[in-house]
């Protein structure tokens, strides 16, 4: 299912977004157009939004650029390194960008779930997170093979974005999805806030999510395709309303149509 949807979605993105063979072939002298992806680490939107990435890289007329959202938790685990992880790391030959590597998703449900209604979708996407996390990974790997670039902090993607010679022509936000609300990516792998509560000043993690979303903002305004996977990042799955200190504002919405566990 999420091949086939990926599939189907690179093909709309080709003809309605690029013109399709018109602006896509090898006769074309032009820089190929640049599409950035939002993403979270070993979350099933994550997986599409990679699925996605490594169909569109497959494509020599499109270049793809993933940010790839990670907590503090998941940096600690990636500087551990686990026997999985360090040889996965060491086949990965075709990555000129960050290697990423992380354990799967775990935790402990707590009352601040229920009362918001996700009890049902953030433990079901507890009990996935192995299979989610082992196929996450395989992914990735695939990703990069194919020449798909990866990078995990955001000075780093801007310094990139600034060396390029052409603009970001569409950016696709798959940092949230359905299963999961903004603030629930700050708690799965680290401690989070105490039951889930933000207080006035934010923390490093916040602040990295907040200059993402802001800067796909600002480039929605500058006219770029901003257009979110499943729901736009920031708002809640299950009222519709903004719950985070910001949101992301897109042009449109792809559904994907898929099941939620």
Request: proline residues 3%.
């Amino acid at each position: 299912q999420v091949e086939q949807s990926c599939l189907t979605l690179s093909q709309f993105i080709k003809k309605k977004k690029f013109f399709g063979d018109i602006r896509l072939n090898n006769k074309k002298s032009n820089t190929p157009p640049l599409i950035v992806i939002l993403a979270t680490n070993n979350t099933k939107i994550g997986l599409l939004s990679i699925v996605l990435g490594r169909i569109l890289s497959q494509n020599s007329h499109i270049r793809v650029l993933t940010y790839l959202f990670e907590t503090h938790g998941e940096r600690q685990a990636k500087r551990r390194g686990s026997t999985r992880d360090n040889r996965d790391a060491s086949t990965d030959e075709s990555d000129n960008g960050d290697d990423y590597n992380s354990d799967g998703m775990h935790g402990d449900t707590n009352e601040n779930e229920k009362s918001h209604g996700r009890y049902s979708r953030k433990t079901a996407a507890r009990g996935n997170g192995d299979a989610i996390s082992r196929e996450f990974q395989a992914q990735l790997h695939l990703y990069k093979k194919f020449g798909g670039k990866l990078i995990n902090n955001f000075h780093t993607f801007t310094n990139t974005l600034n060396r390029l010679n052409s603009p970001v022509e569409l950016i696709l936000d798959g940092l949230q999805g359905y299963d999961f609300n903004i603030e629930d990516l700050l708690t799965l792998h680290s401690s989070g806030k105490p039951n889930g509560k933000f207080s006035a000043s934010t923390t490093k993690e916040e602040d990295e999510l907040i200059s993402i979303m802001d800067w796909c903002n600002d480039k929605q305004q500058q006219r770029c395709s901003v257009w979110s996977l499943e729901i736009p990042s920031g708002i809640d799955p299950n009222t519709g309303d903004p719950n985070f200190i910001t949101s992301i504002d897109p042009d449109c919405i792809i559904s994907f149509g898929l099941p939620l566990n």
